[in-house]
């Protein structure tokens, strides 16, 4: 049984990305995996990762997936589409008619594979969003941006988008918070992935005093990089060190309270859950109230990203996930 | 070495009547257009090879490696291997081989981004 008025939990096959890369699953058992061990049924699937012929999905690509969906009962609920703008590196990105194309070629495969929600990026610049808004609603399909790190409420771009949302007024459009741009604190896993690699502890030390600043992101990971060279630190550890800089950002928590009347869908980024069912990094309990108590009635999807430097289980990762995320909600 | 900084592919190494062909994975969490994929090096057994005449093959199709940066609407299904082929070069079936590949990626979402991967692996020739 699910409550309809509380927030919806599910998974995204993002998280299984070692999983797939290593072949250990297709689409359809990937699917069934899902569906057998609960984690469903509301699913998001990355586009770019899991269809062949994506960014136009064929007929016979759709009547197969859909297949599959009735076969195992999950709810495609989120299809993430990419705002690629920097098709050819170091030139000019494409023109404004060829990204706006390229977007609507993906939201007409959202369409077709069944899904009511497309995740969207910040590289679509918020100007172009009046000639995307009323496609979308013809399809019948809710674009959401992913708040991602290292933005949150009161960036630049944030504030372009919540203008444009406010003089388009469309149903269309809204936010997808992904929890990266509110972490408390560096994961430990992150941490020892860089031990591993051959980071010293003074390395360590260097990054946990520099993350927290203030400032741009790619500007601390310069700092890092200038402080650790100058310590006689390899390239090679600084490197390992310096992914902290590029997934997680450590905004405040809080300011998500300024998105939650917008939020379509969540990204439940995390890095790893404890035996006590808390997230090394993030601060679920400060943050999912915000949700939960501000009237949120749409999907939170579990999104673990360890597999970017680790190599744990992720279906023991997102079932720890999913019950630590469920315990929160039924805390009213 | 994790999934996504893998990329020397499974299937290795093969001599076919036309050259070699090198197997090739993705280092990145979804398909990419090969506009943004450069292959920067190949090296076998310590010496760097030709790669001007390169062809890159995926999913059926290929086309020289000169003309990749141009290929915008042409996307690397990450699940799949890519295949550079090598025209003229031989290597003796069962022979193995030290294999170094440079293979840089430029996620075409992230302004600014290049991503350098570099993977060295002895390979049996099939």
Redesign the interface.
């Known amino acids: 049984m699910t409550n309809e008025s509380a927030p919806q939990i599910g998974v995204t096959l993002?998280s299984f990305?070692?999983e797939?890369?290593?072949?250990q699953f297709?689409l359809p058992g990937l699917m069934r995996e899902v569906a057998k061990r609960g984690m469903g049924p509301n699913i998001e699937i990355?586009g770019?990762?899991s269809f062949?012929d994506?960014?136009d999905v064929s007929d016979d690509t759709a009547a197969r997936f859909k297949d599959i969906v009735a076969e195992t009962g999950l709810k495609p609920t989120s299809l993430a589409i990419?705002?690629?703008?920097?098709?050819?590196?170091g030139q000019q990105?494409?023109d404004d008619a060829t990204l706006v194309e390229y977007h609507k070629r993906q939201l007409r495969s959202a369409a077709k594979l069944g899904f009511p929600i497309a995740r969207s990026?910040f590289?679509l610049p918020a100007h172009l969003l009046p000639d995307l808004a009323p496609y979308a609603e013809d399809l019948g399909i809710v674009m959401g941006v992913e708040v991602h790190a290292p933005m949150c409420w009161g960036h630049p771009a944030v504030q372009a988008y919540a203008e444009m949302y406010d003089k388009l007024g469309s149903p269309a459009l809204g936010w997808i918070p992904d929890f990266s741009g509110t972490a408390s604190r560096i994961p430990e896993s992150m941490l020892d992935a860089a031990r591993r690699a051959g980071a010293q502890e003074s390395l360590i030390d260097l990054l946990k005093e520099i993350w927290p600043e203030p400032g741009m992101s790619h500007e601390k990971a310069g700092k890092l990089r200038e402080r650790a060279l100058a310590a006689g630190h390899a390239p090679e550890h600084i490197q390992a060190a310096s992914l902290a800089f590029f997934i997680l950002a450590n905004n405040d928590p809080k300011s998500w309270a300024h998105m939650v009347d917008r939020t379509v869908h969540i990204h439940g980024k995390f890095y790893g859950v404890d035996d006590e069912g808390r997230e090394e990094a993030i601060d679920y309990e400060t943050i999912l109230p915000l949700f939960r108590d501000g009237g949120f009635k749409g999907t939170l999807v579990s999104e673990w990203e360890g597999?970017?430097?680790?190599?744990r289980d992720a279906f023991e990762q997102v079932r720890r996930h999913q019950a630590m995320c469920r315990r929160i909600f039924a805390e009213a | 070495m994790l999934p996504v900084e893998t990329i020397i592919g499974e299937e290795g190494l093969e001599s076919t009547g036309e050259g070699l062909r090198l197997a090739m994975r993705l280092p990145w969490y979804r398909s990419l257009p090969f506009s943004t994929v450069e292959i920067a090096s190949v090296a076998i057994d310590g010496e760097p090879v030709e790669l001007s005449g390169a062809l890159v093959e995926h999913d059926g199709e290929r086309w020289p490696l000169a003309v990749q940066g141009e290929e915008t609407d042409r996307f690397w299904f990450v699940r799949d291997s890519s295949f550079l082929i090598l025209p003229g070069q031989q290597l003796p079936a069962g022979s193995r081989h030290e294999v170094a590949l440079t293979l840089n990626i430029s996620p075409p979402y992230i302004p600014g981004m290049k991503r350098f991967n570099r993977q060295t692996a002895t390979l049996s020739v099939n």
């Not at chain 1, 797939?20 to 072949?23: A, E, F, N, S, V």
């Open positions: 993002y990305t070692n797939w890369l290593t072949r297709d990355i770019f990762q062949r994506f960014p990419n705002s690629d703008r920097f098709m050819k590196p990105p494409i990026q590289a597999h970017a430097y680790d190599m």
